[in-house]
């Protein structure tokens, strides 16, 4: 790096460094806001389409009654089911064809962000060292008693509000120009942050940012039962996610930089709370409450990481008795 007469690094270089950030990447996120766009038209499309045959109002009373067990109308489930085994996007393109309310886009999006991508993300984290069914398990039930728990603390709200695309009528000419308004503004808003947060994760890298996030999270994970060697760890999942950060997770824990108990920790408590910065802001984009969708889940995974030392501490108690 260049450096100017008093030995600081010149803003020629800093401006230098910063371009490079940028150039590299915008091919990544070119290919990934092109994904992302496509599949969030096609589901938007099919969700209109649902809509405007009468097809979603009859699925939506069907399921009526699961889906009230949580405090949501019948057509969330298009979006939870979709966000199960696609990810994220899926369920907000569905979530956003829905008029529903800012608390339930909230308690849909702890549900959904608790059990996004699950055949990825679970095939990620086993690889990793951590039972498949296990972590199955932890999220889809997290994810429902988190959602079950915050239908009954959160303010009620007006009469009529959630559920109101099940007793609509719409019909092509009145609808499609609002929704094809709506279906662009939502492409832009996902293009927009998808491009800046890959260019900043590049800066982080490029300066240095994400040592030093490094060594400032550790104190916080102890807090989770997490330990220091898993913070690197910790901030790609919450940065990237578990299946954008796939390789850097392989590469820690095939390295030895981690122990098996650490990851297992560490899979337990990212597996119900990972992507907390791009899928956050995309829930909030459409309405949801950001720190309640944040802090739910971490009080969640709190629980759990140190309900699973708690057992590490019994079953090695066992095994010495025993022994």
């Not at 040592?211 to 690197?232: A, M």
């Amino acid at each position: 790096m260049k450096e100017d007469s008093q030995g600081k690094p010149s803003a020629t270089s800093f401006g230098r460094r910063l371009s490079s950030c940028v150039k590299e990447a915008v091919p990544g996120a070119l290919k990934t806001m092109w994904w992302v766009v496509k599949i969030t038209a096609i589901v938007s499309v099919v969700i209109y389409i649902l809509r405007l045959t009468g097809v979603l109002p009859v699925l939506g009373r069907s399921l009526e009654p699961v889906m009230s067990f949580i405090g949501l109308p019948g057509e969330a489930s298009l979006a939870y089911v979709s966000g199960y085994f696609v990810n994220v996007y899926s369920a907000i393109a569905a979530c956003a064809s829905l008029n529903l309310s800012a608390r339930s886009v909230t308690i849909l999006a702890v549900l959904v962000m608790c059990s996004h991508n699950m055949i990825v993300e679970t095939a990620v984290q086993k690889k990793t060292g951590s039972s498949a069914l296990r972590i199955v398990l932890v999220r889809t039930l997290a994810g429902l008693v988190l959602a079950f728990v915050l239908n009954k603390i959160l303010p009620a709200e007006a009469q009529g509000e959630v559920g109101a695309v099940a007793q609509e009528k719409i019909t092509l000419a009145d609808s499609f120009v609002p929704w094809a308004v709506s279906l662009l503004k939502l492409c832009l808003k996902m293009t927009v942050l998808i491009f800046l947060l890959s260019i900043l994760q590049k800066i982080l890298d490029e300066f240095g940012v994400m040592k030093l996030l490094t060594s400032v999270v550790k104190w916080p994970l102890k807090l989770f039962g997490l330990s220091e060697n898993s913070s690197f760890l910790w901030i790609v999942a919450n940065t990237l996610g578990l299946a954008y950060g796939a390789a850097v997770m392989f590469q820690e824990k095939e390295c030895g930089h981690i122990g098996d108990r650490d990851i297992q920790l560490l899979n337990t408590h990212i597996c119900i709370s990972h992507s907390n910065i791009e899928d956050l802001l995309l829930f909030v984009a459409i309405g949801g409450v950001w720190w309640i969708i944040l802090l739910s889940r971490w009080a969640a995974s709190l629980i759990l990481v140190w309900a699973q030392r708690l057992e590490f501490h019994i079953r090695d108690r066992f095994t010495k008795f025993a022994g």
